[in-house]
């Protein structure tokens, strides 16, 4: 039973994959109304562990290379999952993130295991609560002097053990609070870290390498244009008035 069930599981990461591929090809992020990818890092949480524990839960008989689906998981840092939804005049602002929602597993009342990036991705990656993995504070005071918690060396994490399992792990990274120095690139066969860099950079970088790599991949896309200084185009301007 478990294993049918993870099977059944790993058929829907597939097609979600596939039309997460598809929705991110498409989709031009420099405007508002189609804006910057998928769901927010709390949502993300639900789907990371669907995804982890449809690759790693089946028998060794259905772990061959040829049969691991590809894992694509997308992160909008700080965008409110209630704004997915929204209309203006009539008009969906996010048409094709809703149309993607509806062809998805969705999980309306994911709750973020912390109010800020860097302890929730801990969570997301190796899906321990934040007292746990101990990812607390960006800087704090440690005997005589300040330090930042950086993801532990010990923990497992989602790219470490799918890399583990013959994945090619990429991660495309705008966050300054999940750098390589603060440990996230571990597991990482790549990882490209660009302090705020506008989505569009980042979604050509990861089209760029994911269309010139072999299967299976697991490939963590961070999008961080929310929270960062917003200048919208004459396009977006006349569309939200």
Same mark, same amino acid.
């Given at each position: ?5 993870? $099977? ?16 991110l ?38 772990? $061959? ?20 939804n ?6 969906a602002?996010?048409? $094709?993130?809703?149309?993607?929602? %509806? ?23 190796t ?9 607390y504070?960006i800087v ?33 990274? %705008?966050?300054?609070?999940?750098s ?11 990882? $490209? ?33 929310p ?15």
């Open positions: 039973m478990h294993n049918s069930y993870n $099977r059944e599981i790993g058929r829907r990461v597939v097609t979600s994959w596939r039309h997460t591929a598809n929705f090809s498409k989709t031009q992020f420099d405007s508002v109304p189609v804006m910057r990818a998928v769901v927010r890092a709390a949502q993300s949480l639900s789907l990371v562990l669907l995804l982890f524990g449809s690759a790693s839960c089946n028998s060794s008989s259905d772990n $061959r290379i040829d049969k691991q689906p590809n894992v694509l998981l997308v992160v909008v840092d700080t965008l409110r999952a209630d704004a997915a929204k209309q203006r005049d009539g008009i602002i996010m048409p $094709r993130l809703t149309e993607f929602a %509806a062809e998805s597993i969705y999980y309306p009342n994911a709750v973020s295991p912390c109010s800020w990036t860097r302890p929730a991705i801990a969570s997301v990656m899906s321990l609560d934040v007292d746990v993995h101990g990812v504070f704090r005071r440690a005997e005589r002097a300040w330090t930042t918690d950086v993801l532990p060396q010990s923990l497992d994490t989602a790219a470490t053990l799918l890399q583990q399992r013959g994945y090619r792990t990429m991660g495309f990274q %705008a966050n300054g609070n999940l390589a120095e603060t440990g996230f690139a571990r597991g990482f066969t790549s990882y $490209r870290f660009s302090l705020d860099a506008p989505a569009n950079e980042i979604t050509d970088a990861a089209i760029k390498e994911l269309a010139s790599t072999e299967l299976p991949f697991f490939a963590y896309v961070h999008y961080n244009d929270p960062a200084p917003y200048a919208p185009t004459e396009r977006v301007r006349d569309a939200f008035g």
